[in-house]
């Protein structure tokens, strides 16, 4: 079984991975906090609330890379950004599920996932990575008359909006439709908008309270609606998924995969 590492180990993401990875017995061999932190030494899976795992957290460094092979990153876009150096120069492999990258910033993983294999993908569930399929056949039967949303909601402590999920059922949709996302794309309305341009995949971001994750894709025509949405109750549903990539992951090539991939839907569409 291939030693996994969690960096971040004490997000939120972090602390589900650390329960799932015990819950399924995994080889989890590290987990790290950034240098400096209040919680170095503390056991990853106490501070999980999973009990003792004998594994104390370390900081993330050139020294803990090398303590597993393959890492999973849930941290947030800079900070991951500088554990794909580090996995690069100890050629690890790397899960990673943080959103919110700019172009640029895709492109920097990009450029990594030629050296060393890399799974990127902005959710891990298999409900929402089924409905990206769904959307496409929703897309092509109702998208030329109907409006077509896509709305999501998160806790209050989420940083990036709208979700990555969201941005890939849009580019999802767009795709099917032939439209370029970045032309038909409207973020938030305000004001007197007029009536709306019929070609424009809308985004709309809900933030509050504990909410782990909901996605609905509108398809809005007169005369009937079709709503396809996907509800997370569990950060666990998101660590189950990363846990499966990182050991998908073992011994395959350089290359930046997808969850699709991982999972085996890539023959649905
Ligand atoms: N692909 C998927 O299926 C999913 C993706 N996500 C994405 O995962 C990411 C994390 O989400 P979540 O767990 O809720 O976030 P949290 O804020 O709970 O955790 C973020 C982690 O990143 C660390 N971190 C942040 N900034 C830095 C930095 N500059 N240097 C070092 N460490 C840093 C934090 O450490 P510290 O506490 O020390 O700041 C913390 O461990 C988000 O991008 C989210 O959208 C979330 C769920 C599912
Ligand atoms: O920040 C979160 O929590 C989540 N982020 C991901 C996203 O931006 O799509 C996935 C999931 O919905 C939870």
Redesign the pocket.
Known sequence: MPAIGIF?A?????RALVSVAKEQQLNLTAAT??AG?GLLGVDAGELAGVGKLALPLTATGPDSITQAEIWVD???P??MLAHLELAVSANKAMVI????LTDAQYARVQQAAKHIPIVW?????VGVNLLLHLVQTAAKVMGPSADIEIIEAHHR??K?APS?TAMAIGASIAKALERDLAKVAVYGREGITGEREQQTIGFATVRGGDIIGDHTALFADLGERLEITHKASS?NT?AQ?ALRAALWLQNKQAGLYSMQQVLGLTELS
């Not at 004490?10 to 972090?14: A, E, K, T, V």
């Not at 599920?97 to 919110?100: E, F, K, R, S």
């Open positions: 971040g004490n997000g939120r993401m972090g906090v950034r932190s849930f941290t947030m800079e900070a599920g943080v959103t919110g993908a902005p959710n891990m569930s402590f989420k990036d990555g950060r998101f998924g």
